[in-house]
């Protein structure tokens, strides 16, 4: 193999996204105290020393990070969508969090989009103090064991596509589940086929 072969950069998941914010203390308020990500470490932006920069948790022992700066302060402004930009940070939480959210965010007085039905998982869309989007998403299926998301996501895809469906909706999860299962997963049986039962 010589050199100058092309050959992939294979990622292995998302490792962090950092995010400009505005003071410390909105961005301390808004991912801790309101998305309950733990504060995990605190340094300057060792490329800008007049910023600091703050590590959250979002759940998943991966990292968000915001470069702040005393001098901004949050607008609330919609952040241009233009090509190239984010269009929004979308974050997991579980079925029981999801429909405790527009509650929540109403409490605080946070305009939002109400749930969103998205047929393999329901979201709800509102902006951050600083304009960004954010969506909180929630799968409506738990994959089988030493699967993950993205697996049951692809076999869904490929039946929804087989039957000609418009989108990936909660038959085609179920169907997905069960194709895996049935490859994954050993049995005695000759004939795994579904029967009447009784």
């Known amino acids: ?25 909105t961005s301390i308020d808004f991912w801790e105290g309101v998305l309950g990500m733990p ?13 600091g920069h703050l590590y959250f948790d979002p759940g998943d022992g991966r990292l968000i990070t915001i470069f702040t700066n005393e001098a901004r302060k949050p607008t609330g402004k919609p952040v241009p969508e233009a090509v190239g930009s984010l269009h929004h940070l979308a974050l997991n939480v579980s079925q029981a969090t999801f429909w405790q959210v527009a509650a929540r965010l109403d409490a605080r007085g946070v305009k ?5 039905d998205r047929g393999f998982m329901d979201s709800i869309y ?10 909180l998403a929630s799968y409506r299926f738990e994959p089988p064991e030493g699967c993950r998301h993205a697996d049951v996501m692809l076999e869904a895809h490929k039946i929804r596509v087989a039957r000609g ?10 169907d997905a589940i069960e194709a895996l299962v049935e490859r994954g997963q ?5 004939d795994r086929g579904a029967r009447k039962g009784w």
């Open 165 to 174: 469906d418009h989108h990936i909706d909660k038959v085609h999860l179920a």
């Open 126 to 135: 509102f902006r951050d103090p600083l304009g960004l989007r954010i969506e």
């Open 186 to 190: 050993r049995s005695l049986s000759q």
């Open 39 to 51: 504060f995990v470490f605190d340094q300057p932006n060792l490329d800008n020393p007049g910023e």
């Open 1 to 25: 193999m010589s050199d100058t072969e092309l050959r992939k950069i294979q990622t292995q998941g998302v490792h962090h996204i950092t995010l400009n914010g505005a003071d410390r203390q």
């Open 112 to 116: 939002h989009s109400g749930p969103v």
